[in-house]
Nanobody, 125 residues
Framework: QVQLVESGGGLVQAGGSLRLSCAAS????????MGWFRQAPGKEREFVAA????????YWADSVKGRFTISRDNAKNTVYLQMNSLKPEDTAVYYC??????????????????WGQGTQVTVSS
């Protein structure tokens, strides 16, 4: 069992930055691919980024490539999402996710084993 708790969301102006954190409980954290998804009002939850258990492999949605960075610290059971050059269209609830699938395959919500409760990110224009 893995429990995920996100933090770091908030309100920021377009062009600004935020760093989201996801703290995981459970001794098996470093055996999971970790990812971030987001869901805007009236839209489906969509994949943002993923990182392998070792941190050696990452995968991105085209919409955030070059602006967002995902990283993890297995000693702290924490995964991060550094978001730069934020745009109003990045406004959404951001969810941390854990999966046994690889970084490429974890893009699908049905392949997620555990979800966090979400943290709101609002980007004003």
């Amino acid at each position: 069992q893995v429990q995920l708790v996100e933090s770091g969301g908030g309100l920021v102006q377009a062009g600004g930055s935020l760093r989201l954190s996801c703290a995981a409980s459970g001794r098996t954290f470093n055996s999971y691919t970790m990812g971030w998804f987001r869901q805007a009002p009236g839209k489906e939850r969509e994949f943002v980024a993923a990182i392998s258990w070792s941190g050696g492999s990452t995968y991105w949605a085209d919409s955030v490539k070059g602006r967002f960075t995902i990283s993890r610290d297995n000693a702290k059971n924490t995964v991060y999402l550094q978001m730069n050059s934020l745009k109003p269209e990045d406004t959404a609830v951001y969810y941390c996710a854990a999966s046994k699938y690889s970084t490429v395959l974890v893009r699908t919500t049905t392949r997620i084993d555990y979800w966090g409760q979400g943290t709101q990110v609002t980007v004003s224009s």
